[in-house]
């Protein structure tokens, strides 16, 4: 598959051919190690790239590692968090659970995935996705078990598919999928056993 690419570095990259000019590294503008694109040209992509060594999205230790020379752990966070840029996620990279709601809304298109979660198993409130015009997945989610309010995906018309939420087996509120034009099919419910509210499933064209 044919990874993204960004535009106006491959037009820099062009404007410097046979001159004596350098282009800027991966990490240099906000949002660039966790946007799946090689802004630099050099093959190597988002956290792979030396470039974003220091970024939050890609210094997170892995979880259970017991080594002493790792610089983050898993640790509970405190609160609600409204998430609208890559760059946001940040806040809850270390985050195993949240004491609040996840809302993460008005992504700017050309996000079209969500960083790696791993630490993150429980949500106390609210989990919602509305209106990211260019997200087609949330498998950053991976490790998600609970939500102890809605879980809510709204307007979110590129998202293909929810198998980021297949650890997911309880909901404490109402499970809603609404808008979502490109949704495919739900089979990241498939082991959720326990929905406390109701289950709302509306205007998403492609479901069989």
């Known amino acids: 598959m044919t990874r993204p690419f960004s535009i106006q570095r491959g037009l820099l990259a062009l404007a410097c051919l046979g001159l ?3 282009q800027p590294g ?3 503008q906000a949002g660039e190690c966790g946007d799946g694109a090689d802004n630099d040209a050099n093959g190597l992509y988002d956290c792979d790239d030396p470039g974003c060594a220091t970024s939050p999205l890609c210094t997170q230790a892995p979880i259970g590692d017991d080594d002493d020379s790792a610089t983050a752990e898993c640790v509970p966070c405190t609160g609600s968090y409204n ?3 890559l760059a946001d996620f940040a806040s809850v990279m270390l985050c195993e659970s949240i004491s609040g709601s996840l809302l993460i809304e ?3 298109a050309s996000v079209t995935s969500i960083p790696q979660l791993t630490c993150l ?3 106390d409130g609210e ?3 509305s209106q990211n015009a260019g997200l087609r997945d949330i498998d950053g989610l991976a490790n998600l078990e609970s939500v102890g ?3 809510r995906l709204f307007f979110n018309t590129q998202l293909e598919h929810i198998d980021g939420l297949a650890s997911v087996h309880t909901v404490g509120g109402t499970v809603a999928v609404d808008l979502s034009y490109s949704l495919l099919n739900v089979d990241g419910y498939a082991n959720l056993s326990t929905i406390d509210e109701d289950l709302h499933i509306y205007d998403n064209p492609l479901l069989e």
């Open 20 to 22: 004596a000019c350098t």
């Open 149 to 151: 309010d809605d879980l």
């Open 121 to 123: 198993r429980r949500i």
């Open 127 to 129: 989990l919602q996705f």
């Open 26 to 28: 991966e990490g240099s």
């Open 83 to 85: 998430i609208y840029s």
């Open 106 to 108: 008005d992504m700017d």
